[in-house]
């Protein structure tokens, strides 16, 4: 492959055309973009959910819907963001840029590749037809706890089976993003020379291949306690209930931050090319995220705090989960000294990633009382811990991933999206999240459960208040889409190679748009 | 029906529109809930509040550091005021103060989180048991040693209002404590060390008033343990905060609180009124009878 010129010898090949390019590429960009599309309709199908839900709590009463089916909606809102818009879109934009931003022609295992992102369809496909079977969808909360949810009806196989078909879909591109960023980096790239981004998303892989087995394992386990008479959690056969939380929150917790560190990773970059100086602490940033991901796997009793556990695991994870505050707070200090005495600009992707650094610590905050266990006693399954997580998780990973989104589309497209829109979006968003959430602290800590279709009449001011700012959020979404799907089609202008004033990395020295295969050439790291 | 509900929702939207436009949040209008964690009306309850609103104004402090820095940076480090950004990236002393700092700040809260943590825990020297039994959808009490148990269900009032709209004969705005209402009250004299032993027929619920401080599931099979002491004569309502199916927002607790000799009549009351009707309360077999 000594090609010099633009002319390309007969291994170069562009897209196929039509169906057959998305449904047999091998390509990373193809299949990049076919995640972050998939993430995108799931994000608005998950908003829909979340949209009924909302309707539903405006005023006091059973309003719209039967309990049973607010329950269904609860469970698979749940399950379709994390599993089909978060991760997917954190996979997608992997895709997309680990081999443009470690010098890789492509990804490692491209075919492997394919399969990870077309398998994702068909599990949805399962999970979402259970709402059409008898019994409707599953209804015992995405955290499907036993025995509650061994009362789910003939969608119980179905959420069993789309869980499997998503963690392989999980482990499968997991271990293609390790073997890539091990094997494909471009020379003179040490580990310690990567992008923050590669860090965050190989701990994060590593994450992945160590708790989605875990998931499958309880849940097969749920299946052969339904259907093969066995009683891993039925006390009457010598089982215990509580032993699923446990198995299922060593998933639960390190998944947290499968869905928070690539965050952490877009963050990094977007924070320093906008304050055109260099990221502040990289080793401290990388050795936080590291510890973070340790402290992950021992935090997560604290899901549980109230199943009655004996006062030395109470306090042991309470003394761990307060310790992740460190790294964390570490990570946050340094983007703020990042910030500091740069000369920052504020296009969309910097105003999304400094609504995420006051917004994602908020939730931090939350999260660190929800860690005292007395306190948690109080708060343990109110709304205060539904604000808590879709604090971290909204205006966390949805944000940070925006930000990825508006950052690295120009260099996709190579054309620049609309600005004035995208800051429509972007403050009407920041705004309504803060209205659809804030007030969820307070209903939950003056003692409104979480998971409730029907409240008491004194929770009804702040839940009306909430619904509407959720509705302005949902409708400003359609306003991303449209400077997407704008930005595809011609944009404002055309950019060059750098795209952004402060650029820094791999990433910017390839042509704006990208060209299908990223690194013919490995390119030269100092 | 749709009417009336709709201007409940348009009553409270003017209401919303009237204090947006004023801005003086309690006077114009007042919101109905409150926005912190009650009190209470236990030790633990005030225990826990305490240390709710340590941590909370901890955050405080914390977030106005940084939230000030951030903002500070953003006014004064911006390209347009013509800056040229500094060059430095790496400085390890800082480093090692912002990660010892919090670290200390931590072991701080600890400490007394970990001293309220032994006292909740200690089940010793009670002075009354219940045995609280949860089922779809409702809670038993078992007056453990006094020969009274009975069910607790959602009240009628309220059963009638939590209709789907076109079923329902009742607003909620109407009913007195809506979906906090029982058809039987737990009544607890006050001054005494309650324990409750916690289990449940079917699936997990879990028990929580927020004025006695804290919850705990009931599990199927097992038994989980907490308490309370009232300090205050009164009525303290609650509800099951774990998903328990369908009916899971309409299983209310609600715990009356009395003077010992008032508790003791009542006791009584109950006792004539369970031999009236049969040994209906012995039929009950609990799950804590199966896991013995
Ligand atoms: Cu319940």
């Known amino acids: 492959m000594e090609s010099t010129t633009a002319t390309h010898d007969d291994h170069y090949h562009g897209p ?78 992997a895709n997309w840029m680990v081999p443009m931003m470690i010098g890789a022609p492509d990804m490692a295992l491209p075919r492997m590749n394919n399969w990870s992102f077309w398998i994702l369809p068909i599990g949805f496909t399962l999970l979402l037809m259970t709402f059409f079977l008898p019994g409707g969808a599953p209804a015992s909360g995405w955290t499907i706890y036993p025995p509650l949810v061994l009362q789910t009806g003939d969608a119980f196989p179905f959420l069993v089976f789309s869980i499997h078909v998503l963690g392989i879909s999980s482990i499968m591109g997991a271990m293609n993003i390790i073997v890539t960023i091990m094997n494909l980096r471009a020379p003179g790239m040490g580990l310690l020379k990567m992008p923050i981004f ?52 060593f998933f639960g917790h390190p998944e947290v931050y499968i869905m928070i560190l690539p965050a952490f990773g877009i963050i990094s970059e977007v924070i320093p090319t906008f304050s055109r100086k260099r990221l502040f602490g990289y080793e401290a940033m990388v050795y936080a995220t590291a510890a973070i991901a340790f402290l992950s796997f021992i935090v997560w009793a604290h899901h549980m705090f109230t199943v009655g556990m004996p006062i030395g695991g109470l306090l042991f994870f309470m003394f761990t989960t307060m310790l992740i505050a460190v790294p964390t707070g570490v990570k946050i200090f340094n983007w703020v000294a990042t910030m500091w005495r740069g000369a920052m600009t504020f296009e969309t992707p910097m105003l999304f990633a400094l609504a995420f650094l006051f917004l994602f610590t908020i939730g931090g905050f939350s999260g ?48 620049m999206y609309n600005e004035f829109w995208a800051k429509t979006h972007f403050w009407l968003t920041a705004i309504s999240v803060n209205i659809t959430f804030f007030p969820q602290h307070f209903v939950g800590l003056a003692g409104m459960p979480r998971r409730i279709p029907d409240y008491p009449v004194q929770f009804a001011d702040w839940n009306m208040v909430s619904s509407l700012g959720s509705f302005v959020f949902g409708i400003s979404q359609l306003i991303f889409v449209a400077v997407i799907i704008g930005c595809i089609r011609g944009g404002t202008r055309k950019v060059d190679d750098r795209v952004w004033e402060g650029s820094h990395g791999l990433e910017w020295t390839l042509p704006s748009p990208a060209p299908y295969h990223s690194f013919d050439k490995p390119p030269e790291v100092r | 029906m749709f009417k009336a509900k709709f201007s409940g929702v348009m009553r409270r939207l003017s209401c919303l529109a009237l204090a947006a436009g004023l801005m003086i949040p309690g006077t114009a209008f007042a919101f109905r809930e409150g926005i912190n964690l009650p009190e209470g009306v236990t030790s633990i309850s005030s225990d826990i509040y305490g240390l709710h609103m340590l941590i909370f104004w901890i955050v405080v402090v914390i977030g106005v550091l940084v939230f000030g820095a951030m903002i500070i940076s953003i006014f004064l480090h911006r390209k347009s005021r013509g ?95 809506y979906l906090l209402s029982v058809d039987n009250k737990v009544v607890v004299p006050v001054d005494q060390k309650v324990l409750l032993l916690l289990t449940a027929d079917d699936v997990i619920h879990a028990w929580w008033v927020p004025e006695l401080g804290g919850k705990k599931d009931a599990i199927p099979g097992f038994v989980n343990e ?25 299983m209310p607790i609600v715990v009356k609180a009395v003077e010992q000799d008032e508790y003791e009549e009542w006791l009584e009351e109950q006792r004539e009124q369970t031999a009236d009707s049969g040994d209906a309360a012995d039929d009950q077999v609990t799950a804590l009878d199966v896991a013995r």
């Open chain 1, 16 to 93: 196929a055309s039509g169906i057959r390019r998305w449904l047999f590429t091998t390509n990373h960009k193809d299949i990049g973009t076919l995640y972050l599309w998939f993430s995108l309709i799931m994000f608005f199908v998950g908003g829909a959910m979340a949209m009924v839900i909302r309707a539903e709590l405006i005023a006091p009463g059973m309003n719209l819907v039967d309990p049973m089916f607010y329950n269904q909606l609860i469970t698979v809102h749940a399950l379709v963001m994390i599993f089909g818009a978060v991760m997917p879109a954190f996979v997608g934009l």
């Open chain 2, 226 to 250: 907490m308490w309370f002491e009232i300090t205050e004569p009164g009525i303290y309502r609650g509800q099951c905060a774990e998903l328990c199916g369908r009916d899971h927002a309409f």
């Open chain 2, 83 to 177: 800056v040229k950004p500094a060059t430095f990236h790496h400085n390890t002393t800082v480093e090692v103060i912002w990660t010892a700092i919090p670290f200390l700040i931590l072991v701080g809260m600890a400490i007394p989180a970990s001293q309220a943590l032994i006292e909740i825990e200690d089940y010793r020297d009670y002075d009354m048991s219940i045995t609280v039994t949860a089922s779809q959808w409702q809670w038993h009490y078992e007056y453990r040693g006094e020969d009274v148990a009975f069910y607790s269900r959602l009240d009628a009032k309220s059963n009638a209002a939590r209709q789907l709209r076109d079923r329902r004969t009742v607003d909620p705005e109407e009913v007195d404590n």
């Open chain 1, 198 to 249: 590669i860090w965050t998303w190989l701990i994060t892989a590593y994450l992945l291949i160590a708790v989605m087995p875990v998931l499958a394992g309880a849940v097969t386990m749920l299946l052969t306690d339904k259907y093969f008479g066995t009683s891993f959690f039925d006390a009457a056969g010598g089982g215990d209930p509580v032993l699923f939380q446990h198995i299922f929150w």
């Open chain 1, 368 to 415: 660190l009382m929800l860690a005292i266990v007395p306190a948690d006693f109080q708060y343990h399954d109110s709304y205060f811990v539904v604000a808590h997580f879709h604090y971290v998780l909204v205006p966390g990973s949805v944000f940070a991933i925006m930000a990825g989104v508006y950052y690295w589309l120009p260099k996709w497209t190579g054309n």
